[in-house]
């Protein structure tokens, strides 16, 4: 017994060495392959406009679908993971995304992209991003704060690249034949893929005897069931049935927590509220510069200018706002980065000009990286980390139905008004009041914990209401990490 639970602890040193270094730079190229391919859908509008004969509001839900998808898909990928393991998940996903992608390249109508490229490209690049960061905890232990950083740039980089391939593409082939080249481009993601091999853990419970109070557990039940029937009472298994989905929807959508985290809850309206204007910019940018006289390359240049400032600037987010002075201030930091992000539209709307779209592009980059390295972090703050892989499925899910109506909306508003301004107006309303809603909040939350704590005797319990960092027990480096998180990305 002793040799086998050794040969089970010697399979289990592939962690934070050897070949985890390989599937981390798997995962950074998949990071930039799925997230940074949404960004260059706003260089097609023109073009599938034109040839479907579309309005904005009908073009724009194509991209919505696909982003609503990728963020909301995360429990479906969560027991794909569980099912079949990360690798069988990656490449399943990258399967779907060019699946989708080359179909759509076929497409004859608007509404049939909302199933190829929103939906089945959508679902595939879910199931790739967040199987590949899920891996990322099996592979890394120690490193995996270091590794989740390192990530992080993929996505950088995809904001970076994808926007000037599809404008060459676009400019030399067309945009059907640029959807058929991103879709063999996407099968990458199966390559990625298979570099992820599955790590075999420490087996602990298998080579355990079960339990005294498990065994009698069991043989009670047993001697429940009449005249030794195999199967319980029909009415008993349908009760056993309706909590055991009660129970998965507790795992998953974790309600209880929504209503009784004050914290939590203000947080995940904040951000649900406020990324209903933040993907505007990113779809809208490169048509409003090209309608103000900006030469097509040069407005595809300035999503990449985003992407390249964020490559640099995200990992430094996150190393200052590690520090000690903002220990139980995050959430201040992050309001300031949306509450900048959303005055920062306005230099666009005094001029289009190429020098001052740059200015802004700058300037909306740092803020949103200050928005993708906090996002996470805050809410691990707020929350349990026994409770945040399910507080993570109610925030991704309410977060991915405001992504899906917010450019639709505004589309809407465009083809009312005409006038593309009125998209970063319109993003800047969410963007601000987002921000003022997070900050008035939590300054409310703080002093009411505040005067019950000058009006009551210390206890030894703190209130579930309040705003702190939550505190996470030092994990040993031999136990198995989570099944799956939801994990998305702004």
Known sequence: MSQVRAAAREAAKPQDQGWAWMVLLAAVLLQGLTMGFPSCIGIFFKDLQHEFQASNSETSWFPSIMVAVLHGGGPLCSFL??????????????????????????????????????????????????????????????????????????????????????????????????????????????????????????????????????????????AQLPNGASSPHPKLQQHTKRTACFQMLQKYLAFDIFCQNKGYQIYTLGVTWMVMGFALPHIYLVPYAIHNGVEERRAALLISIIGFINVFIRPLTGLLSGHRIFTGRRIYLFSLSVLLCGLSNFICVISAEFSMLITYCVIFSIATSGIGALIFQVLMDVVEMERFSSALGLFSILESATLLIGPPLTGLLLDVTSDLRYVFYNSSFFMISAALFMVLSFCALEKKNKLKEASKAPSGNPSRYQYSEMPTEPQPENQTPPAAVYITSI
């Open 81 to 222: 993971v569980k099912r079949f393991g990360c690798r069988f998940a990656v490449m399943l996903g990258g399967l779907l995304s060019s699946v989708g992608m080359v179909s759509s390249s076929f497409c004859n109508s608007i509404s049939q992209l909302y199933l190829t490229a929103g939906l089945i490209a959508g679902l595939g690049l879910c199931f790739s991003f967040q199987a590949g960061v899920t891996v990322l905890g099996y592979y890394f232990v120690r490193w995996r704060t270091l590794a989740n950083a390192v990530s992080s740039t993929g996505v950088s980089l995809g904001f970076t690249l994808w926007p000037l391939l599809s404008q060459y593409l676009l400019d030399e082939m067309g945009w059907r034949n640029t959807f058929l080249i991103s879709g063999g481009i996407l099968l990458n993601c199966c390559v990625c893929g298979a570099i992820m091999r599955p790590v075999q853990l420490v087996p602990e419970s298998p080579l355990q005897p079960p339990k005294a109070g498990e065994e009698s557990g069991r043989r009670a039940q047993e």
